[in-house]
């Protein structure tokens, strides 16, 4: 008996909220049509341009250890240069700006590491997508 139950829930449809027509034979995709975006890509997009800058523990260390200092105006100014970098589909981005290279990770707004300009010379910069340069 319990298997009988359990056959029939299971070939049955879940449901929640209202129904949907079903469509058969069309493709599943959404199609957007006219001309702008949706209320929720505009939300997404604005979300992840809020999304504030962090430091990774090492990125933070070497700051300190390099006497890399950040005014609020050098850190909206790397916060920009995350965004330009995360516009143009980059993940893993070298920005130069002030004399200082910073390693960042765009698509997650986290700084991995930062260099000074004394250290820049002769220095080979691996595992990046492209450079943002301020």
Do not use: C, W, Y
């Not at 058969?24 to 997009?45: I, N």
Request: zero cysteines; aromatic letters at 2%.
């Amino acid at each position: 008996m319990d298997d009988l139950l359990i056959r029939s829930r299971m070939i049955q449809p879940v449901t929640t909220g209202l129904p949907t027509p079903q469509t058969h034979g069309t493709d599943s995709k959404t199609v957007v049509t006219g001309q702008g975006t949706s209320a929720f890509q505009q939300a997404l997009e604005q979300a992840s341009r809020n999304v504030e800058l962090s430091f990774s523990k090492h990125a933070a260390g070497r700051l300190e250890q390099r006497e890399i200092t950040l005014s609020p105006d050098g850190l909206e100014k790397l916060s920009q240069g995350v965004e330009l970098a995360r516009d143009k589909g980059l993940d893993d981005a070298l920005i130069l700006m002030d004399g200082s290279a910073f390693i960042v990770s765009a698509k997650n707004s986290t700084v991995i590491t930062a260099l000074n300009g004394r250290e820049l010379n002769g220095k080979v910069i691996t595992n990046i997508d492209g450079t943002v340069i301020l």
